[in-house]
Every structure is written in structure tokens, then in C-alpha cells.
């Protein structure tokens, strides 16, 4: 009977230990993920700044959401999830940031984590067109003559779009003349827009640099600081986040000469 008793008593404690290590198993295999919402431009160079990342930080996976900068502060201030925000330009951040004065954030919303917010990021705008050029267009003045007959332009709610706006004034002839003449085309967000350049849909667009490095597409011009704005990528922690800590090391990360090298190959600079 005692050896019989000895023998359960032995299977109950392997039974355990078996048990007590898969549970630490099961701990141990758990990773943190963390929700990066990003700038449709970013897609390329954060997907494979992903697989490095993750390749060093074993415990953690990154979730991107890609789109336009304004469909994700959209979906921010709609309660979305999100522990790290970049926008491809400073107004969708500063709607976010309180410390930005009401001209910037007039609903006084209140979701960067103070201290995190970083200029990331540096892009320009271009004028791309199709595989081979079939127009001839050569610069941002041949889109005012008649060699075009169809541009392709971000929503002015993206900021792509801003941006092309600008240019547009400053070449003398707004969007709305464009329109009138039935010589636009528009695309949500950068991607869009860079789609119908490829496919030939149109005979220009106007992207960033970046894009049309990754599209393969050629570049017949680039706006100067007479003709837009600075493009700057902010990015930040957001105060929502469940994962802070973990947040700012992936955001101290994309600032790493690894992820720069990344960056600075399809044509961004790190911002001043």
C-alpha cells in the first residue's frame, strides 16, 4: 500500500511540474502587441522595419494600420486603439496635441503623450509619371499646357493633397481650374494616387519622392520651398496607449541608424 501511495504520489508531482511548465511556457510565449498607426507613404519602409524589429524583440509584434493621415485621426478620435501615431504631416498631429494652441487643435483634444512627440521624418513632393513618359512631361510647368490631359491628385483632406495645393497656387492655377477643365483626378490617400500614376491612368501625379522610389515610377520633378511647405513626419506616443513603455523603445527604434538606413534608401531624411 505505502509503495503503491509513493507511486501517486510521484505522478501527482510530475503531473505538476508538467503543468507548472507549460504555464511558464505560455507566459513566456506571450508577446506584447503594439498598434502602430502610420502614413500610407510608410508602408514599405515600416514593413520592413517590422520584420527587424521584431527579429531583436522577440516579445513583442507590431500591428500597422497604413492609411492617409486624416482617416487615421479619424479613427483615433473615434476611440480606435493606437500606442504610436505617424502622420505624414503636422496637422493631423497637432489636432491631437493640447499643447498645440486652438488655431491647430480647436477641439482641445488631448492624445499625445507629452515629451514623446518627435520629428521623424522628412519627405518630398514629386511629380511622377507612367512607364515611359508617354506625354513628355518634364516638369511641374508642362502641367499647365496642353501636353497634359489628366492629373492625379491626394483628397485635399490627406496631406499629400495639401501639399498639392499649394504647388498648384503657386504655379498660378488653383485646383478648381483644374477641375473645370476636367483634368484631375483624385486618390484618398498616397497610395491611391500613386496606383493610377502606375497604371497609366494618368498622365502625372503628384506623390512623394518616396512613393515613387517604391512604385519604380519616374521622377521629372521636385517641389521646392517656394511652392510648398516643409514635409515633416511627426510621430508620438499616444496617452492611450496600454503599452507605453514598450511604445517609446519601438519609437527611440525608428530613430536608430538601422531604421534610418531603412528610411533614407527610398528617399526620406531624418528631420532636423
Request: charged share 25%; glycine share 6%; proline share 2%.
Given at each position: 500500500?505505502?509503495?503503491?501511495?509513493?507511486?501517486?504520489?510521484?505522478?501527482?508531482?510530475?503531473?505538476?511540474?508538467?503543468?507548472?511548465?507549460?504555464?511558464?511556457?505560455?507566459?513566456?510565449?506571450?508577446?506584447?502587441?503594439?498598434?502602430?498607426?502610420?502614413?500610407?507613404?510608410?508602408?514599405?519602409?515600416?514593413?520592413?522595419?517590422?520584420?527587424?524589429?521584431?527579429?531583436?524583440?522577440?516579445?513583442?509584434?507590431?500591428?500597422?494600420?497604413?492609411?492617409?493621415?486624416?482617416?487615421?485621426?479619424?479613427?483615433?478620435?473615434?476611440?480606435?486603439?493606437?500606442?504610436?501615431?505617424?502622420?505624414?504631416?503636422?496637422?493631423?498631429?497637432?489636432?491631437?496635441?493640447?499643447?498645440?494652441?486652438?488655431?491647430?487643435?480647436?477641439?482641445?483634444?488631448?492624445?499625445?503623450?507629452?515629451?514623446?512627440?518627435?520629428?521623424?521624418?522628412?519627405?518630398?513632393?514629386?511629380?511622377?509619371?507612367?512607364?515611359?513618359?508617354p506625354k513628355g512631361i518634364k516638369s511641374f510647368d508642362d502641367i499647365l499646357t496642353d501636353k497634359l490631359?489628366?492629373?492625379?491628385?491626394?483628397?485635399?483632406?490627406?496631406?499629400?493633397?495639401?501639399?498639392?495645393?499649394?504647388?498648384?497656387?503657386?504655379?498660378?492655377?488653383?485646383v478648381t481650374e483644374f477641375e473645370k477643365e476636367g483634368k484631375v483626378t483624385y486618390g484618398s490617400n498616397?497610395?491611391?494616387?500613386?496606383?493610377?500614376?502606375?497604371?497609366?491612368?494618368?498622365?502625372?501625379?503628384?506623390?512623394?519622392?518616396?512613393?515613387?522610389?517604391?512604385?519604380?515610377?519616374?521622377?521629372?520633378?521636385?517641389?521646392?520651398?517656394?511652392?510648398?511647405?516643409?514635409?515633416?513626419?511627426?510621430?508620438?506616443?499616444?496617452?492611450?496607449?496600454?503599452?507605453?513603455?514598450?511604445?517609446?523603445?519601438?519609437?527611440?527604434?525608428?530613430?536608430?541608424?538601422?531604421?534610418?538606413?531603412?528610411?533614407?534608401?527610398?528617399?526620406?531624411?531624418?528631420?532636423?
Amino acid at each position: 500500500m505505502k509503495k503503491f501511495l509513493s507511486i501517486v504520489i510521484a505522478i501527482t508531482l510530475c503531473v505538476g511540474l508538467i503543468s507548472c511548465k507549460s504555464v511558464k511556457n505560455d507566459v513566456k510565449d506571450e508577446k506584447v502587441e503594439l498598434i502602430v498607426f502610420a502614413a500610407a507613404s510608410m508602408t514599405e519602409t515600416l514593413s520592413e522595419i517590422k520584420i527587424m524589429y521584431e527579429k531583436e524583440h522577440r516579445d513583442v509584434s507590431i500591428i500597422y494600420n497604413f492609411d492617409s493621415s486624416g482617416t487615421l485621426l479619424k479613427q483615433i478620435l473615434a476611440g480606435a486603439e493606437c500606442d504610436v501615431f505617424i502622420s505624414a504631416a503636422e496637422k493631423q498631429m497637432n489636432s491631437l496635441d493640447i499643447t498645440c494652441d486652438e488655431s491647430a487643435n480647436k477641439d482641445r483634444n488631448d492624445f499625445v503623450l507629452s515629451d514623446t512627440r518627435i520629428n521623424l521624418l522628412e519627405n518630398k513632393v514629386a511629380l511622377a509619371v507612367p512607364d515611359g513618359n508617354p506625354k513628355g512631361i518634364k516638369s511641374f510647368d508642362d502641367i499647365l499646357t496642353d501636353k497634359l490631359s489628366l492629373l492625379a491628385i491626394g483628397n485635399a483632406d490627406v496631406p499629400v493633397g495639401a501639399y498639392t495645393l499649394e504647388i498648384l497656387e503657386s504655379l498660378g492655377k488653383p485646383v478648381t481650374e483644374f477641375e473645370k477643365e476636367g483634368k484631375v483626378t483624385y486618390g484618398s490617400n498616397v497610395k491611391e494616387v500613386t496606383t493610377q500614376v502606375k497604371e497609366g491612368l494618368a498622365d502625372a501625379g503628384i506623390i512623394y519622392a518616396t512613393d515613387a522610389f517604391s512604385a519604380g515610377l519616374e521622377i521629372v520633378d521636385l517641389a521646392d520651398a517656394t511652392m510648398c511647405r516643409q514635409v515633416i513626419y511627426p510621430a508620438a506616443v499616444l496617452n492611450i496607449s496600454k503599452n507605453i513603455d514598450v511604445a517609446k523603445e519601438y519609437l527611440d527604434y525608428l530613430r536608430s541608424d538601422a531604421a534610418m538606413s531603412v528610411f533614407e534608401k527610398v528617399g526620406f531624411t531624418r528631420a532636423e
